[in-house]
């Protein structure tokens, strides 16, 4: 429209300049009727545009209103009905979920022993301590044992659960974490007395397992490592006051070299005579540490192999040193190791191997747990639990599950 007017004008102008008409108070009223006509149209603009602008901000609040209320009205109308659904969700479903773990826990219960069983954990650390891992074995008991009464022993799935603790010296002072008060190994072997348990050797385990011993119907196993010369005056008449049977496992170079007769110092070791009195006791098995490898140097740990060492190196090397300590014992008190600890607890795959074919059937790791055993399986890389001091009886057995 406005084009339209403009056009009209600029017609006029020329018509009027062809023939001679005053142009200037025309241009004047030009200008005056296009800014007017200017004016309007933005004016028209301009309102159509907050018009729209405030129906759309009506049609929003009603919206939003109206949202606000049917939310609402959702809540108040479900809310009883949605407790209501809850309850009785609740309710049919409880038992139906007990049922269900319940036979979850039945069906995989001899599974979860069995992949429990397999797993052996070996301890690299530099003082042979392991760290404490529930693995799997039940060291707390959640599993329910299946109880032979006619054996007298707990049994599942034709294996057991065995602890086997690991002690190191015995002596009335304080002289590092591996060292127990006398006072405190005679607490812990009442504990394990007052709670029902017996302690087997590494015989009665051999024996079991071929059928010849009927296993107790709650095992431990006393292992003490090194053959310190404390535990021939501390520990030793304990095991035979409580009635309780212990393992040492003796080093044959420090059989040779460190002992001190009547010493009670800790860095004295046992001698031939006196192991000799202790395994004929019945109380005190003797089995094998190494003759010389229980060193932790660079190139040197327990029985690792060496890097760079062949299998052939490696399995001469080994059998020479187990051997020797073998036919050490045997000579002067006619006692045969069928057991080896591992110093430090390390070792290598190629180990059992060669232990086992020079005659060792059991062998000790340092790495921490209950084992479970099957007489189907064999008994190499048993778990030990180390005993250290400062923590009381009763609260290191119950730990592992051990009441």
Same mark, same amino acid.
């Given at each position: 429209m406005l084009c339209g007017i403009i056009r009209?004008?600029?017609?006029?102008?020329?018509?009027?300049?062809?023939?001679?008409?005053?142009?200037?108070?025309?241009?004047?009223?030009?200008?005056?009727?296009?800014?007017?006509?200017?004016?309007?149209?933005?004016?028209?603009a301009a309102l159509s545009f907050f018009d729209g602008a405030r129906a759309e901000c009506k049609a929003l609040?009603?919206?939003?209103?109206?949202?606000?209320?049917?939310?609402?009205?959702?809540?108040?109308?479900?809310?009883?009905?949605?407790?209501?659904?809850?309850?009785?969700i609740s309710a049919e479903n409880y038992s139906q979920s007990e049922r269900m773990a319940s036979d979850i826990n039945k069906e995989n219960y001899g599974q979860s022993e069995r992949a429990a069983g397999d797993s052996v954990i070996e301890s690299n650390t530099e003082n042979g301590r392991a760290p404490y891992v529930k693995d799997g074995n039940d060291p707390a008991g959640k599993y329910e044992k299946k109880k032979n009464e006619a054996a007298g022993k707990y049994e599942k799935n034709g294996g057991i659960d065995l602890p086997i603790l690991m002690y190191h010296s015995t002596f009335p002072k304080d002289i590092g974490q591996y060292n127990i008060y006398p006072s405190v190994f005679e607490k812990d072997l009442a504990y394990?007395?007052?709670?029902?348990?017996?302690?087997?050797d590494v015989k009665d385990l051999i024996d079991w397992k071929n #059928?010849?011993? &009927? @296993?107790? !119907?709650? *095992?431990?196993?006393?292992?003490?490592?090194?053959?310190?010369?404390?535990?021939?005056?501390?520990?030793?008449?304990?095991?035979?006051?409580?009635?309780m049977k212990g393992?040492?496992?003796?080093?044959?170079?420090?059989?040779?070299?460190?002992?001190?007769?009547?010493?009670?110092?800790?860095?004295?070791?046992?001698?031939?005579?006196?192991?000799?009195?202790?395994?004929?006791?019945?109380?005190?098995?003797?089995?094998?540490?190494?003759?010389?490898?229980?060193?932790?140097?660079?190139?040197?740990? #327990?029985?690792? &192999? @060496?890097? !760079?060492? *062949?299998y052939k190196n490696y399995k001469e090397r080994?059998?020479?040193?187990?051997?020797?300590?073998?036919?050490?014992?045997?000579?002067?008190?006619?006692?045969?190791?069928?057991?080896?600890?591992?110093?430090?607890?390390?070792?290598?795959?190629?180990?059992?191997?060669?232990?086992?074919?020079?005659?060792?059937?059991?062998?000790?790791?340092?790495?921490?747990?209950?084992?479970?055993?099957?007489?189907?399986?064999?008994?190499?890389?048993l778990k030990r639990i180390n005993r250290q001091g400062g923590i009381p009886t009763e609260k290191f057995f119950k730990q592992y599950g051990m009441e």
């Amino acid at each position: 429209m406005l084009c339209g007017i403009i056009r009209a004008f600029l017609t006029q102008i020329i018509y009027m300049k062809r023939n001679g008409i005053r142009i200037k108070p025309i241009l004047h009223l030009l200008i005056t009727v296009v800014t007017a006509a200017f004016c309007l149209v933005y004016s028209a603009a301009a309102l159509s545009f907050f018009d729209g602008a405030r129906a759309e901000c009506k049609a929003l609040s009603r919206r939003g209103t109206e949202t606000e209320r049917t939310a609402s009205d959702f809540v108040i109308k479900n809310y009883g009905k949605s407790e209501r659904t809850a309850g009785d969700i609740s309710a049919e479903n409880y038992s139906q979920s007990e049922r269900m773990a319940s036979d979850i826990n039945k069906e995989n219960y001899g599974q979860s022993e069995r992949a429990a069983g397999d797993s052996v954990i070996e301890s690299n650390t530099e003082n042979g301590r392991a760290p404490y891992v529930k693995d799997g074995n039940d060291p707390a008991g959640k599993y329910e044992k299946k109880k032979n009464e006619a054996a007298g022993k707990y049994e599942k799935n034709g294996g057991i659960d065995l602890p086997i603790l690991m002690y190191h010296s015995t002596f009335p002072k304080d002289i590092g974490q591996y060292n127990i008060y006398p006072s405190v190994f005679e607490k812990d072997l009442a504990y394990l007395k007052k709670n029902g348990y017996t302690a087997i050797d590494v015989k009665d385990l051999i024996d079991w397992k071929n #059928g010849a011993f &009927k @296993m107790p !119907g709650k *095992s431990v196993m006393i292992t003490l490592d090194d053959g310190y010369l404390t535990n021939y005056y501390y520990a030793y008449p304990l095991m035979k006051k409580y009635g309780m049977k212990g393992v040492m496992s003796v080093v044959g170079s420090l059989i040779d070299e460190n002992y001190r007769a009547g010493s009670k110092n800790t860095a004295a070791h046992v001698n031939y005579e006196q192991i000799a009195e202790m395994h004929k006791s019945g109380f005190m098995e003797i089995q094998n540490h190494t003759y010389g490898l229980h060193k932790n140097t660079k190139d040197k740990k #327990g029985l690792r &192999k @060496m890097r !760079g060492e *062949s299998y052939k190196n490696y399995k001469e090397r080994l059998s020479k040193d187990l051997l020797r300590l073998n036919e050490s014992l045997e000579s002067h008190t006619g006692i045969r190791c069928r057991a080896v600890a591992f110093p430090f607890g390390v070792y290598s795959k190629e180990t059992v191997e060669i232990i086992d074919g020079l005659g060792f059937k059991v062998s000790f790791t340092c790495a921490a747990g209950i084992n479970y055993i099957q007489k189907e399986g064999g008994l190499h890389l048993l778990k030990r639990i180390n005993r250290q001091g400062g923590i009381p009886t009763e609260k290191f057995f119950k730990q592992y599950g051990m009441e």
